[in-house]
């Protein structure tokens, strides 16, 4: 297992540095080292190398690493295999990942199951998320409370600045709702 500030440095290598083999990341990934191997899975899919990155997430997920499930839950709802993706999701989330919170949230909307994605929103908000913080406010206001919903605009004004003023302005005027 490698301690927090290893975790951090791989976490922010350069994926060139990495490539160039300045970095260990591929090897240290075959090794089982699940930093390594979710680092290398992102590079490999923002580089349109989906195959080589659904190995290196699948890795990931075989070893119960959360960021492995969030990262593989992506893809697979990008699929359209939106159960597994939930599951994925699911798992990330129980380890306390606010992203993976958000996406349950937003799977839980798509399938009109408003309390699941009440739950799901508030969990990330509270746990500092930016977009939970946003989705949650816009569903207070949907529901009524719009007291609520103001708290978490400002909480995430406060967090997200004029990019999350936008965002929230932005929402809130597709969902047909007014700002409180």
């Known amino acids: 297992m490698i301690n927090a500030d290893e975790a951090k440095r791989l976490r922010t290598t350069s994926h060139e540095a990495m490539l160039a083999g300045r970095d260990s990341w591929p090897v240290r990934a075959a090794a089982g080292d699940?930093?390594?191997?979710?680092?290398l899975g992102r590079y490999l899919y923002v580089s349109h190398q989906r195959?080589?990155?659904?190995?290196?997430f699948e890795q990931a997920v075989a070893s119960g690493d959360p960021d492995g499930c969030y990262n593989l839950g992506v893809m697979r709802r990008e699929d359209g295999r939106t159960a597994e993706a939930e599951e994925l999701f699911s798992?990330?989330?129980?380890?306390?990942?606010?992203?993976?919170?958000?996406?349950?949230?937003?799977?839980a909307l798509q399938r009109g199951d408003h309390g699941s994605a009440m739950k799901w929103a508030a969990k990330a908000a509270q746990a500092g998320n930016l977009n939970g913080m946003i989705n949650y406010g816009v569903l207070l206001l949907g529901s009524g409370?719009?007291?609520?919903?103001?708290?978490w605009f400002?909480?995430?004004i406060q967090a997200g600045g004029y990019g999350a003023r936008l965002r929230i302005a932005d929402l809130v005027a597709k969902s047909?709702?007014?700002?409180p």
Do not use: C, F, S, Y
């Not at 195959?51 to 290196?56: C, E, K, S, V």
């Not at 993976?100 to 937003?106: C, E, H, I, P």
């Not at 409370?145 to 708290?151: F, T, V, Y």
């Open 51 to 56: 195959t080589a990155a659904l190995h290196w």
């Open 34 to 39: 699940l930093v390594a191997a979710v680092g």
């Open 154 to 156: 400002d909480a995430a």
């Open 91 to 107: 798992r990330a989330a129980a380890a306390g990942l606010p992203k993976a919170m958000t996406n349950l949230a937003g799977l």
């Open 176 to 179: 047909g709702l007014t700002l």
């Open 145 to 151: 409370d719009q007291a609520d919903a103001r708290k």
